[in-house]
């Protein structure tokens, strides 16, 4: 790959994930009384909240992933557990927050949430791990 799209692509995947941080942390901080009173069909659906956060987090452990291995000297084995841990710990840290402002947003600490992010997270590697050939093939095609 050349360095021109190699260092395009590695900025574009620092400022997709910062996006998508920034995504998370709004969707999870929103009030819970504002999700209720503009209810849309997806919100109807039983566990949507469930179905959200793993989706959130599905998308930013692949974000993360396809950072990692752009940005990063490391070997794809320890790629993966850093994205996992990292993951992790930012889930969590989410559910922390959520509970610390209680009082302004409504939120509070559900294992059940976290245990969604952790499904996303999972689903999310797994994914990575299966398209992991098609996408290094990819990157190094861009030349």
Known sequence: MSNQY???YKYLSIILLAIWVL???VMLL??????QQ???SLFNIPYSDKIMHCGLF?????LLQ???L???RFEIKKQYLISLIISVIFGLFTEVLQALTYQWCGRNFDIKDYLSDLVGVFLSLLFFKLCEKK??????NEK
Do not use: C, D, W
């Open 135 to 140: 996408i290094k093939k990819r990157l190094q």
């Open 38 to 40: 503009n209810r849309h």
């Open 66 to 68: 396809i950072t990692m």
């Open 23 to 25: 995504i998370i942390f």
């Open 70 to 72: 752009l940005n990063s």
């Open 30 to 35: 929103l009030p819970n009384g504002l999700l």
């Open 6 to 8: 190699k260092t395009k």
């Open 58 to 62: 599905a998308v930013f452990t692949f």
